[in-house]
Antibody
Framework: QVTLKESGPVVVRPTETLTLTCTVSGFSLNNAYMGVSWIRQSPGKALEFLAH???????SYSTSLKNRLTISKDTSKSQVVLTMTDMDPVDTATYYC?????????????WGQGTLVTVSS | DIQMTQSPSSLSASVGDRVAITCRASQGVSNDLVWYQQKPGEAPKRLIYAASSVPGGVPSRFSGSGSGTEFTLTISSLQPEDFATYYCLQHNRRPPTFGQGTRLEIK
């Protein structure tokens, strides 16, 4: 059974750096056909892609946020980590991680439950 | 970035209706198109991948079609549990991009 679970702070202060961790099970981050992405959703708004990473360490970032984002993985821990610098209240959102199945061209077939991050002083 | 435009933005329909939601890409994305359903307070759920492939566990009333720049999600006979927001995603070009969503409401 494939599961993904997000963890991280509930509240961050403006200008701080957010670090989120996605812990996966049921598949390996070493699998050549798998990747993991981060996606967010501000309250009442649409889904927004943030970043993804594949087993070969290929990465991609949101065009508008790429200067603030870093994605990495720790295969031994089955974790994908996203950092976002210089947090602002507009970054208040639910942050999700999701799996990518490259072999089936099936993007985000499984999702975590999401974690709500509020940016406030 | 490729822009994905969904229409309509919102839709009112009744149980048993056939509905169609369209997603248009600002440039061709082949059939690298995925549809999701999201209910309030829940994570999105993947419905259709590769534009028209329906994975196991998704009811057969959901279907997808299209290629290139225009795609359609069709629900053949609406059920009460189908009232939700639907999103499309293209992953042909980096970065992947979502549509703005279509809210399907009960009439």
């Amino acid at each position: 059974q494939v599961t993904l679970k997000e963890s991280g702070p509930v509240v961050v202060r403006p200008t701080e750096t957010l670090t989120l961790t996605c812990t996966v099970s049921g598949f390996s981050l070493n699998n050549a056909y798998m990747g993991v992405s981060w996606i967010r959703q501000s309250p009442g708004k649409a889904l927004e892609f943030l970043a993804h990473i594949f087993s070969n360490d290929e990465k991609s970032y949101s065009t508008s946020l790429k200067n603030r984002l870093t994605i990495s993985k720790d295969t031994s821990k089955s974790q994908v980590v996203l950092t976002m610098t210089d947090m602002d209240p507009v970054d208040t959102a639910t942050y999700y991680c999701a799996r990518i199945r490259v072999d089936y061209r099936d993007w985000f077939d499984s999702w975590g439950q999401g974690t709500l991050v509020t940016v406030s002083s | 970035d490729i822009q994905m435009t969904q229409s309509p933005s919102s839709l009112s329909a009744s149980v048993g209706d056939r509905v169609a939601i369209t997603c248009r890409a600002s440039q061709g994305v082949s059939n690298d198109l995925v549809w999701y359903q999201q209910k309030p307070g829940e994570a999105p759920k993947r419905l259709i991948y590769a534009a028209s492939s329906v994975p196991g566990g998704v009811p057969s009333r959901f279907s997808g079609s299209g290629s290139g720049t225009e795609f359609t999600l069709t629900i053949s006979s609406l059920q009460p549990e189908d009232f939700a927001t639907y999103y499309c995603l293209q992953h042909n070009r980096r970065p992947p991009t979502f549509g703005q969503g279509t809210r399907l409401e009960i009439k």
